[in-house]
């Protein structure tokens, strides 16, 4: 089991920054990815951004690419998204998530989500 605990969401302005945080216990990640999805109301949750726990490699979707940067703290046992230049459309609850390497695409820790709101 991985036990994965969110921080940091909040209100913000259009244009403004937040930094989200997910701290993860239960077992080593070196087999892991670490993910960050989000759901806006009435939508499906959507993939934003990845990190191969072991290595550093990192993916993002198309509509957060050059403005959400997803980095970890091994000390920490920490994820992190850093999230500049916020839309409106950014509003959702965010969640994070660990996947086995082994089972690309699945994601079988989640943790509570924590909500991030953009106003206009």
């Known amino acids: 089991q991985v036990q994965m605990a969110e921080s940091g969401g909040g209100l913000v302005q259009a244009g403004g920054s937040l930094r989200l945080s997910c701290v993860a216990s239960g077992r080593t990640l070196n087999s892991y990815w670490m993910a960050w999805f989000r759901q806006a109301p009435g939508k499906e949750r959507e993939f934003v951004a990845k990190?191969?726990?072991?290595?550093?490699?990192?993916y993002y979707a198309d509509s957060v690419k050059g403005r959400f940067t997803i980095s970890r703290d091994s000390a920490k046992n920490t994820v992190y998204l850093q999230m500049n230049s916020l839309r409106p459309e950014d509003t959702a609850v965010y969640y994070c998530?660990?996947?086995?390497?082994?089972?690309?695409?699945?994601?079988?820790?989640w943790g509570q989500g924590t909500q991030v709101t953009v106003s206009s």
């Open positions: 990190i191969r726990w072991s290595g550093g490699s990192t």
């Open positions: 998530a660990a996947g086995s390497i082994g089972a690309p695409g699945k994601y079988s820790f």
